[in-house]
């Protein structure tokens, strides 16, 4: 995945890579639209 990447394209990498039902409803959900990085994916689905 190539950064900076919005939340769809976070949606739609995991739904092509077969992510389970439940993460692909947290991304779907993060307030945040942008994301530089995976860190801050991972702490905006963990930790958000």
Request: cysteine-free; aromatic content about 8%; overall charge positive.
């Given at each position: ?31 945040e639209n942008s994301?530089d990085g995976p860190n ?9």
């Open positions: 995945m190539d950064y900076p990447a919005d939340k769809k394209a976070l949606v739609e990498r995991a739904r092509r890579n077969k992510a389970d039902d439940k993460v692909v409803s947290r991304l779907d959900g993060l307030k994301f801050e994916v991972q702490k905006a689905v963990f930790n958000g």
